[in-house]
């Protein structure tokens, strides 16, 4: 039983004959614990795809349903409240919020969910992703590499049914993007996080289980 199902999922811009089909009746699925990359040139759709798969984002037409459930059965305070209760974000930019230390950062979800923290799922989430001795600092006391950790564990601790990555290692040198990457898949594979990540990088790319390419909003290759 997947996870996640998108089908005839479209998202079209403008009307004929300005139209742009940025998400043209793509059909997948994703199986819980799995690692998906999806991969394309820039304007293929990737982002588009991903913002409608978390709910950020009204198809055309076509459904998204994540554990059975489909989004567009819900009104906009259901879909907010499904949102935070079984996805996790990743951006580029990390998001953290500037007025909260490390803790607070990762443990936001949760309280904005009004639940208790998993302690131990908290001291294992901290323990490999190293951020153990920053649990008191201030997020512009980190490093790119560090603050992606915490937003990957803010991401992770809610145990969401999905965590969306967008271009996760996009503003970070080559390096510690590798290290990003073994740190996802590890927190994917460990936890059996499902994880579905946007790259341009096809070296990144492979640390997936699967990688899927879209080209002008097509899936043409890696569905199953
Ligand atoms: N709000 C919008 N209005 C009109 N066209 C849009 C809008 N958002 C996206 N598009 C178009 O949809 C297409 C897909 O865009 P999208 O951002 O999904 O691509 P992408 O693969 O994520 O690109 P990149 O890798 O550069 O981020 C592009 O042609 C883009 O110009």
Do not use: W
Not at 125 to 145: A, C, F, R, T, Y
């Amino acid at each position: 039983m997947p996870i996640l199902t998108a089908e005839k999922l479209k998202k079209y811009y403008g009307t004929e004959p300005n139209i742009t089909r940025a998400v043209d009746d793509i059909n997948f699925s994703v199986e819980e614990g799995e690692f998906v990359a999806i991969v394309g040139t820039s304007g293929s759709g990737k982002s588009t795809l991903l913002n409608m798969i978390g709910g950020l984002d009204i198809p055309t037409s076509g459904t998204v349903s994540i554990r059975s459930e489909k989004l567009s059965n819900m009104d906009d305070d259901q879909l907010t409240l499904f949102r935070r209760r079984n996805i996790g974000f990743i951006f580029q930019n990390y998001n953290l919020v500037p007025i909260l230390n490390v803790y607070e950062n990762i443990v936001l979800p949760v309280y904005l969910d009004n639940k208790e923290v998993d302690a131990e799922f908290m001291e294992q989430i901290v323990q490999l992703l190293g951020l153990e001795s920053k649990l008191d600092s201030m997020p512009n006391q980190l490093s790119g590499g560090q603050q992606q950790r915490v937003a990957i564990a803010r991401a992770m601790i809610a145990k969401p049914a999905i965590v969306l990555a967008d271009e996760p290692t996009g503003n970070l040198d080559s390096k510690t993007s590798a290290s990003v990457m073994e740190l996802l898949k590890d927190s994917s594979r460990k936890f059996c996080q499902t994880l579905i990540m946007i790259t341009h990088n096809i070296e990144f790319a492979q640390f997936a289980d699967r990688i899927i390419r879209i080209e002008d909003g097509c899936i043409v290759e890696g569905n199953i």
